[in-house]
């Protein structure tokens, strides 16, 4: 120990409680960063201790033996055991051949005895070890992997110290620790979690399938290709999931998990058989559907805390499972790792509790009385299961410690604050909260109390100073509030005595100065300029009413760079008459102070300073970046040299340091100095010699940032120090020797300070008593406004005031103080220099409106009625440079959109070889595009060449090889090759190819047959081929598209030289006729939009100087050209002499001339005075304005049909054109299905590829694990091994133990030969005789366990076995104690004889303990030795199912390589297979059959139909024979009957007069004949006449007849292709009628007939218009040629 003394560790308060636990019954342990804290319950009594390594990193408590163990956080970190009594250290646990954990411990577990920790490993190594900290050695160990991550929990079974379970979110490990004599083994068996599909309700399986990609998933696993490349149950299992975060132990030896989603597992260590209680009813109609943090098994049922604040106690002893899920196979579930699950939400509630807290961690007590419950807001609750009640023991508010500052008078209460706002005052001695209040949700900067008085001060981020009232801990309250600046508090600090308290603010550059008396309201006393950020402050007392402050500043606090060397030292005085009447020493009204009133004294300290302190030699000492401490002498007054003011301040002498010295702090009577470093070092010793006496500790761990604040007690006995992680660690001080005295010193100047101020603070705490929260007064505001509001006309003088908001800071109300003041102060003199301003600002007005009304010659330029130049110059000055940053921001913008306008276009257009635009119709809305293509990289061409060599030597070589095997069998030709070739002659090609390119350009020789693609390289060089197709398809068309283009081009100059043709005739026919003129669209010339034309640009265009004398100077050379074209010019007057001003006469010109009037027509001269020369000009003159009348209507009609006819050829133009482009869009299409076609082959390969790369990695990771199963089968014949030879060597030993134990019994008679025959036999009785062990053991065992057993703990204490047997051989030796007693000997024994009987028995009975313990050891050994066989089988089953894997694995990869996917192009008349659910088609069962079979197979069909035909229609005209028979016999009866009814009529006639007379009447023959004759002659001529006409028509009939022969003859031939047409439209119709009929069922809309007549009716008219179309395009061109031959021909001569 060093001369100073010693630091003990008080108390430790920290953010929250991590890793709490009952190490008793009643006392808990959890860890507060660096330190170990415990709390009894009982008598609330706390004991802190610090970390004897580097830190806390896990912890846990044994109760059974009162022990905590705990790791450091250091690589190689050790493990501390100690126990609870006096912090005692019982083992330090760290393997000394690195065996142990390299950088850290994640979870620490004690076995129920206590005898064995286990401990795991986590980033680094991820093992788990298994100790015998007793000994300090490792039983065993193993790793475990990093697949699923680190564990968060690790266990013992209660009950057998040899199980152990972990676990994490991921997935549960059960472990087995097994002995082989001194060898230990521990084993894995790690599971994951996973509900089968049948433990799930129907709702939980269908949001399963709820997964955006699950019904892909779910088609692509349907499918043989993928099955074993995608694993599709990855995510399905992920969802179905359940996430462990506890568990506990049953006393069966089953384990309980409590899961996330509110589930209970319950699973079977033996079996593995797991039991889900699955929405668990709490009774009130809810289920258990949340996070469960905290699972506890206790006699009374098992204890359940959530993340909602819910207890619960539930029976699990009784529920009925249901048996869904258990179909799986055994060896599968074995193979697979997975659990066999049962599923059942029968469970009892016995008991709850609702609190207000989230749970996040609980651990039972020694008896299992008591649960202590650990929140996630730092609360700690104590749960009593008995009375179900829960008592709160801390109930902190959560969030890490900001500041700490004790409170006056210093030695007894502590302020803190947190990080959510909270302040909390606590005392210091014994650690107790006495008060807390919430400051709101403002962030807090800084902490200060009054020296004084029970104030404390409290900067905000928000730049407010918020007085807080502690005179009362347990009622404090915000008293006044003090809008200090608009930028954060960086530093508050109170004078020595209190009197005032000085604040400094961000960036302000001012140091504000207040007074510290609640009596005079905290009033504000003026401010000092500082320059940059107040970083440090500290005081003393100069003399009785001076008091010096002096003051750190950085002024770059924003720029790290440029802070080392630039930190400010600035040092002023504020007397007691600056206090009084501070107004006096005001530079101005605005309430800065002179700095020759405070002597203000200002040097640049340069270097950074930490944690200022102001020693009794007038010193200021404080911590740099480097290890020693500075100690800078004061400055009386400034350097008298000017260089001597800049250069940085010198160090007087350094005071050795610890680290990077982060604070320091100083006591009352300044002898004692304490720093602390960024390492988390702090050190006290004495200020006069620091090396030889002084302390130090380590406090805070270095990776939590070191000390941040840290102070003496005014007392000196404490020693608070505060830590970059928000922990506050209060330590006593207790010095040695002379250092004592440093304490009573202090001791006596806090009484004598107290008693001096005493008076004060009672009326200063008396004031804030009575005082209330309150704000900004707002009575200033309202006069401020009120003092603006009012006024006259005479209130120009004053200075406007500026606009306050509702809440000014200190420094806005000192300006608007300041202003007023000056206003009042110098109003007088104001007034009179306005009057004068006013008058001159009159005449000057005047001047310039009398200078406006000069002529121009006599004004004056306007600046030169300028009066302040200077400030007129400032002024223009400043406006041009703000246009000049205006300018150059929008210039800078400009760039940089220029720049994303050029990397845009090199990415998007340059880089394109090919750009993409599009091409419109003229009269139709059809668009078509082009392909853009980019241009190729060098690696895309590198690999095409590449493929290219190969494949070109692959063909040679397959050539090759093919001409040798014709070479041997030339008339070896198979069947299918001849149909091959067949097939070829009629045209299959594509549809075997399976694709159209190599019909529109896309065909590539190098390509690979679709049934010779079968390696890896092959489908990768076919991908690159397919590339290169698609990129050959896109080029053609792309070549098709370039020349559609120019031929639109051509008619588009065409089609506006007609327009102006039209527009020309239109002007001379004064028609007003729109012209429809073509031009080109932003989609078919797009880079017209990479081009801003001057019309785009809707604003007004800025020129600069450069620009517009450059355009001035155009302008000029323009307006000269103008004016020398404007003189006189030969060749134009000679043109108007000669020719009239025109080198052709035109006809339409000459026909807009008038005849000219003669001279007496125009003078009005009277018809009947004219001569007969007038008569005969007259009839000229009438005969020429006929003549022109005549001409100009012909020449109307000649250009209205010229009109006519070019607007006919604009219109066969654009219609040519339109269906140019129709055609174009539909070869297109037929591309774009190419292209599909060829990139549906990619996709195809791709997937094969990825197949491929699936199944290597399948089996290489089957082969990774049956190397690592090899590895564990030698490991296992090796163990099997190991344990054979030693389970001979033990028995070989226990062999000869045994012979041993039997020569005891054989040499007995000989041992005691001495005595008698009746002597030995008696003895050998009593040697026989043996004590009852069992029931000594037991009652021992009873006694040990009736202290610790508790009512409620429900695992039966079971000792270990080791400790079993050697309770048992001490009870045992115990009783035979008993034995050896004089009173047992037979009578007449001589004592020496019965004392070597006894010691013959005692050695006779060790070794048969020796040989029973052996045999058990031997016992254990050959189990041993059996479970190793079991494993030895056990792995090469498992050998055998990896080999058998990768058996069908590479079985699959050779079915796949040889069993091929081919794609081929069919149309859909010749796919005969139905489609089935989604219109995916299933061709497993079908068979590819050529075309020529089918085609024959319906061309007998036919024949056969034909001869059916034929034979019906022999049958029809025979039958047709007989029919006609039939009716000519029906006929003959008909007519004999007619005949005899006729005759029958005759017979029956009646003979009149009238009939009599004209029978008899012979003289009117002649008058009949003549009659007749002319009849017959006009019948003769009308026959004549009808015949000539009749043969007229038909010779123009059979004209006719022959022209419509000839177009039938045409139709018939568009016939046959339309029929052609019809038979594929036909299938494709039929197939998209079955489409829409599945897609559309149910829709309703307009009937099919309907549909297909308007089709049928569409189809006939857009034929005729093509024929008609055709047919005028004929005779169009006809009419042009005749024409052209009308045209002369102009021959130039040579």
């Known amino acids: 120990m060093n001369s100073f003394g010693e630091l003990k560790l008080s108390w430790v308060e920290s953010e929250n409680y991590d890793a709490i636990q009952y190490i008793d019954n009643s006392v808990l342990v959890f860890k507060c960063d660096s330190f170990i804290k415990f709390f009894d319950t009982f008598s609330k009594q706390t004991f802190c201790y610090s970390s004897p390594g580097e830190g806390v990193g896990v912890l846990v408590a044994d109760t059974k033996f009162n022990l905590v163990a705990f790791s450091e956080v250091f690589p190689q970190p050790r493990i501390f055991v100690h126990t609870f009594a006096k912090f005692e250290q019982k083992a330090v646990l760290k393997d000394e051949l690195g065996d142990g954990a390299e950088l850290e411990y994640t979870a620490l577990a004690f076995s129920h005895e206590g005898n064995y920790l286990a401990s795991y490993s986590g980033v680094g190594d991820f093992k788990i070890i298994i100790w015998n900290w007793q000994t300090k050695e490792i039983l065993c160990k193993n790793s475990v992997g990093n697949e699923n991550g680190p564990i968060s929990s690790l266990s013992f079974n209660p009950t057998n110290w040899r199980q152990l379970v972990s ?234 410690f900001s500041f700490a500052q004790p409170i006056f008078p210093g030695n007894d209460m502590l302020a803190t604050v947190r990080e959510d706002g909270t302040m909390q005052v606590w005392t210091m001695d014994v650690h107790k909260l006495v008060g807390s209040i919430a400051l709101g949700q403002d962030k807090v900067t800084c902490l200060e109390s009054s020296p004084s008085c029970g104030v404390v001060m409290v900067g905000t981020e928000s730049g407010y100073c918020l007085c807080v009232s502690v005179v009362s801990p347990d009622n404090m309250h915000v008293i006044h509030r003090i809008h200090v600046s608009e930028n954060p508090v960086s530093s508050i600090k109170f004078s020595v005595d209190g009197s005032f308290f000085m604040v400094g603010c961000g960036t302000d550059d001012s140091l504000w100065l207040f007074n510290g008396c609640a009596s005079k309201k905290f009033e504000t006393i003026g401010y000092l300029f500082v320059q940059g950020t107040v970083h440090e402050m500290d005081t003393f007392k100069l003399s009785d009413d001076t008091t010096r402050v002096i003051v750190t500043s950085n002024p770059y606090p924003d720029d790290p760079k440029t802070v080392e060397g630039h930190y400010r030292y600035t040092q002023i005085d504020v007397t007691s008459s600056i206090l009084k009447k501070s107004s006096d020493c005001f530079e101005s009204a605005k309430g800065d102070l002179k700095e020759s009133a405070v002597n203000r004294i200002s040097m640049n300290l340069g270097t950074v300073n930490f944690g200022c302190q102001v020693t009794p030699d007038k010193h200021l000492l404080f911590g740099t970046h480097r290890k020693p401490i500075h100690a800078i002498k004061l400055i009386e007054e400034y350097p008298k040299k000017p260089s001597e003011r800049l250069a940085p301040m010198k160090p007087a002498y350094t005071l050795p340091g610890h680290g990077v010295v982060k604070c320091l702090a100083i006591n009352g009577n300044k002898k004692w100095l304490a720093s602390g470093s960024s390492d988390g070092t702090i050190r006290v010793g004495s200020l006069d010699s620091l090396d030889a006496n002084s302390v130090a500790r380590v406090c805070f761990h270095l990776e939590s940032g070191g000390v941040k604040q840290m102070f003496f007690s005014t007392d000196a006995k404490f020693l608070i120090c505060l830590g970059q992680d928000g922990v506050v660690a209060a330590y006593k001080i207790m010095p040695s020797g002379k250092h004592k005295s440093v304490q009573n010193e202090c001791a006596s100047l806090q009484k004598d300070f107290i008693s001096r101020v005493l008076q004060f603070s009672k009326g200063e705490n008396e004031a804030l008593e009575t005082m209330k929260s309150e704000s900004v007064p707002m009575q200033v ?83 030169e009625f300028v009066l302040d130049t200077d400030d007129y110059n400032r002024m223009k000055a400043e406006g041009d440079q703000q246009v000049a940053k205006a300018y150059e921001s929008l210039e800078l913008e400009n760039l940089a959109k220029m720049f994303v306008r050029s990397v845009m276009k090199q990415e998007c257009w340059d880089k394109m070889t090919i750009k993409g635009k599009s091409l419109r119709g003229f009269g139709k809305g059809m668009i078509v595009s082009n392909f853009p293509l980019c241009e190729r990289s060098e690696k895309e061409k590198e690999e095409l060449a590449f493929v290219t060599r190969v494949r070109k030597v692959e063909m040679v070589d397959a050539a090759a090889a093919k001409q040798d095997k014709r070479d041997d069998d030339e008339e070896d030709e198979t069947a299918e090759e001849q149909q091959e070739e067949e097939g070829e002659a009629v045209g299959v090609y594509y549809s075997t190819d399976g694709s159209l390119s190599s019909k529109y350009g896309g065909h590539n020789p190098l390509l690979y047959p679709q049934l010779h693609i079968h390696s890896k390289e092959q489908k990768i060089n076919q991908i690159v081929l397919l590339k290169d197709s698609i990129h050959s398809l896109k080029n053609t068309f792309n070549k098709d598209f370039d020349e559609v283009f120019r031929g639109k081009e051509q008619e588009m100059n065409r089609i506006n030289d007609r327009n102006a043709r039209i527009g020309k005739i239109l002007s001379d026919l004064n028609m007003d006729e729109q012209i429809k003129n073509v031009d080109w669209t932003l989609e078919e010339k797009p880079e017209e939009n990479l081009v801003v034309k001057d019309s785009e640009v809707k604003v007004e265009r800025y020129l600069s100087p450069e620009m517009k004398a450059r355009l001035e100077e155009e302008q000029k050379l323009e307006e000269e050209r103008r004016l020398a074209a404007l003189q006189d010019n030969w060749r134009e007057r000679g043109l108007d002499q000669m ?143 190991v344990a054979t030879n030693e389970l001979n060597d033990y028995r070989e030993k226990y062999e000869n133990i045994i012979a041993e134990d039997r020569v005891l019994d054989r040499n007995f008679r000989k041992e005691f030969s001495e005595c008698s025959g009746a002597m030995i036999d008696a003895l050998q009785k009593q040697y026989k005789r043996r004590p009852r062990g069992p029931k000594a053991l037991k009652k021992d065992v009873d006694i040990g366990m009736g202290d610790g057993a508790g009512v409620g703990n429900p695992y039966n204490e079971r000792p270990s076995s080791a400790m079993a047997q050697q309770n048992a051989r001490e009870g045992l030796f115990r009783a035979l104690e008993e034995l050896e007693a004089e009173s047992y000997a037979p009578e007449g024994i001589d004592l020496a004889v019965w004392k070597k009987l ?33 494993d030895e089988r056990a792995v090469s089953e498992k050998v055998e199912r990896l080999q058998t894997n990768l058996q069908r694995v590479r079985e699959e990869k050779h079915q796949r390589m040889m069993n091929l996917e081919l794609q081929l192009l069919m149309r859909q008349g010749q796919v005969e297979v139905a489609a089935k659910d989604d219109f995916i088609t299933e061709f497993k069962d079908s068979l590819l059959v050529h075309r020529g079979v089918v085609e024959q197979l319906n061309s007998k069909i036919t024949a056969l139909g034909d001869q059916k035909i034929e034979s019906m229609n022999e049958s029809k005209e025979f039958r047709k024979g007989i029919y006609q028979l039939e009716w000519e016999r029906k006929k003959m009866i008909m007519e004999i009957e007619d005949l005899l009814q006729k005759a029958k009529d005759i017979q029956r006639l009646k003979v009149t007069k009238e009939l009599q007379f004209y029978l008899n009447d012979d003289d009117d023959d002649d008058k009949k004949s003549d009659k007749k004759a002319r009849e017959i002659g006009v019948l003769e001529k009308t026959i004549s006449s009808t015949l000539d006409q009749h043969s007229r028509r038909v010779e123009i009939k059979k004209d006719e007849v022959k022209r419509l022969k000839k177009k039938v003859k045409d139709k018939e031939k568009q016939n046959d292709k339309l029929d052609e047409q019809i038979m594929e439209m036909t299938v494709t119709v039929a197939e998209r009628e079955l489409i829409q009929m599945s897609t559309g069922a149910g829709s309703q809309g307009p009937s099919e007939q309907s549909r297909m007549k308007d089709i049928v009716q569409r189809r006939k008219l857009v034929d005729l218009a093509k024929n008609q179309a055709q047919e005028v395009a004929v005779l169009r061109a006809e009419v042009e040629r005749l024409r052209m031959r009308t045209f002369p021909a102009l021959v130039q001569i040579e």
Not at 817 to 832: F, L, N, Q
Not at 1256 to 1263: F, G, H, M, T, V
């Open 167 to 400: 676990g994490n979110q991921e997935c549960i490990t059960f472990w087995s620790i097994e002995r082989s004599n001194k060898n230990h083994f521990i084993n894995p068996n790690q599971f994951s979690l996973v509900l089968d599909d049948s433990l799930l309700s129907d709702e939980e399986y269908k949001s399963a399938d709820s997964h955006p990609n699950f019904s892909e998933l779910k088609f692509i696993a349907s499918r043989d290709l993928i099955e074993s490349a995608l694993n599709c149950t990855e995510w399905h299992e992920k969802k179905n999931s359940v996430v462990p975060l506890c568990h506990t132990w049953l006393p069966s030896g089953h384990v309980l998990f409590g899961c996330k989603r509110g589930e209970i597992i319950k699973i079977d260590t033996e079996t593995h058989t797991t039991e889900i209680f699955h929405q668990i009813p709490l009774g009130d109609d809810s289920v258990l559907d949340c996070a469960i943090n905290v699972i506890l098994m206790h006699k009374n049922g098992v204890y359940v805390a959530t993340d909602l604040g819910q207890i619960f106690c539930l029976d699990l002893t009784s529920s009925h499972t249901s048996t869904r899920g258990q179909g799986q196979k055994k060896d599968q579930q074995e193979e697979e790792g997975s659990l066999k699950t049962v599923l059942t939400s029968e469970a009892k509630l016995l008991s709850h509790l609702y609190t207000n807290e989230s749970i996040a961690s609980g651990y039972f007590s020694m008896y299992y009385d008591k649960i202590v419950f650990r929140t996630k807001n730092g609360s700690v609750l104590i749960y009593q299961p008995s009375t179900n009640s829960v008592e709160v023991y801390e109930d902190y508010s959560c969030g890490k």
């Open 781 to 863: 505001i309202e006069d401020m406004d009120s003092s603006n509001a009012m006024g006259d006309d005479n209130d120009d003088y004053r200075v406007p005031l500026p606009n306050l908001s509702s809440d000014p800071t200190c420094k806005e109300l000192a300006l608007v103080a300041g202003i007023k003041e000056e206003d009042k102060s110098y109003e007088p003199m104001k007034r009179e220099i306005l009057s004068e301003i006013k008058y001159l600002r009159k005449q000057h007005e005047a001047m310039i409106e009398s200078n406006e009304a000069a002529p121009d010659i006599e004004k004056l330029e306007r600046n």
């Open 1139 to 1281: 020719m009239g001003g025109v080198l052709e006469i035109r006809k339409e010109d000459e026909l807009k001339k008038d005849v000219p009037i003669p001279a007496f027509l125009a003078a009005g001269k009277a018809e009947a005075e004219y001569t007969a020369e007038e008569k005969a000009a007259k009839a000229e003159y009438d005969r020429k304005v006929a003549e022109l009348i005549e001409e100009r209507e012909k020449f109307y009609k000649q250009l209205e049909a010229e009109l006519r006819k070019l607007q006919q050829s604009n219109s066969e133009s654009e219609n040519s054109f339109d269906e140019q482009l129709t055609q174009l869009f539909n070869k297109k299409v037929q591309v774009e299905i190419a292209v599909f076609h060829q990139e549906l082959k990619i996709v195809r390969m791709q997937q094969s590829l990825l197949v491929e790369e699936q199944l290597e990695r399948e089996e290489a990771a089957i082969l990774k694990d049956l190397e690592a199963v090899k590895e564990e089968k030698l490991r296992a014949v090796a163990n099997q091994r």
């Open 1398 to 1430: 006894c010691d013959y028995r005692r050695k006779k009975l060790q070794s048969e303990q020796e040989i029973k313990m052996r045999a058990q050891r031997m016992a254990e050994i050959d189990a041993f030795l059996k479970r190793r066989g079991e």
